[in-house]
T-cell receptor
Framework: QKEVEQDPGPLSVPEGAIVSLNCTYSNSAFQYFMWYRQYSRKGPELLMYTYSSGNKEDGRFTAQVDKSSKYISLFIRDSQPSDSATYLCAMKSIQGAQKLVFGQGTRLTINP | NAGVTQTPKFRILKIGQSMTLQCTQDMNHNYMYWYRQDPGMGLKLIYYSVGAGITDKGEVPNGYNVSRSTTEDFPLRLELAAPSQTSVYFC?????????????FGPGTRLLVL
């Protein structure tokens, strides 16, 4: 079983739709949860960061963490064509060398 | 600041050839990382370094070597290229590995081994 599971998609939605991206994980030691956005032929860039359980909002983006279910989500409201990218969840524990563990990434396309 | 830079952007290698992927950061970050990304897969850690002279293996280190002689540079060496090493390679850096410190990624090197 992979430590982090993410539906690779692809996911295609119309402009203005609400998008929900999800990851599940198996390692209960994970405490830090991140979402990276990766445009085509570019390196990933940090989009959202959350510590432990709860919600975090930044503009049109909301990150949710449910540690009891080992499930994290990223919601994008009023989606724009510029949101078209691959979204990678990543997480790390507080112990050891704190290496990031990434999901497979979900390719998202927002259609005008 | 240029951030994290990588060279070359693209390279074709023949089986058995060797090459070095270059990575430089100008943010004075202590921690540097090498990842590979295969199609439809997330990033897998190859090697990382916590400072000049200190490196350690990640999840998929076989077939690769690294060195860290300066804070700025973290080259990745492929000694005997194999088709399984066809991938996109990303270098990243961070000020520390603690808590919320983000990793900054370079633009990647696309490697094709034929």
């Amino acid at each position: 079983q992979k430590e982090v599971e993410q539906d690779p998609g692809p996911l295609s939605v119309p402009e203005g739709a609400i998008v929900s991206l999800n990851c599940t994980y198996s390692n209960s030691a994970f405490q830090y949860f991140m979402w990276y956005r990766q445009y085509s032929r570019k390196g990933p860039e940090l989009l959202m960061y959350t510590y432990s359980s709860g919600n975090k909002e930044d503009g049109r983006f909301t990150a949710q963490v449910d540690k009891s279910s080992k499930y994290i989500s990223l919601f994008i409201r009023d989606s724009q064509p510029s949101d078209s990218a691959t979204y990678l969840c990543a997480m790390k524990s507080i112990q050891g060398a704190q290496k990031l563990v990434f999901g497979q990434g979900t390719r998202l396309t927002i259609n005008p | 600041n240029a951030g994290v830079t990588q060279t070359p952007k693209f390279r074709i290698l023949k089986i058995g050839q060797s090459m070095t992927l270059q990575c430089t950061q100008d943010m004075n970050h202590n921690y540097m990382y090498w990842y590979r990304q295969d199609p439809g897969m997330g990033l897998k850690l190859i090697y990382y370094s916590v400072g000049a002279g200190i490196t350690d293996k990640g999840e998929v280190p076989n077939g690769y070597n690294v060195s860290r002689s300066t804070t700025e540079d973290f080259p990745l060496r492929l000694e005997l290229a194999a088709p399984s090493q066809t991938s996109v390679y990303f270098c990243a850096s961070s000020y520390s590995i603690w808590t919320q410190e983000t990793q900054y990624f370079g633009p990647g090197t696309r490697l094709l081994v034929l």
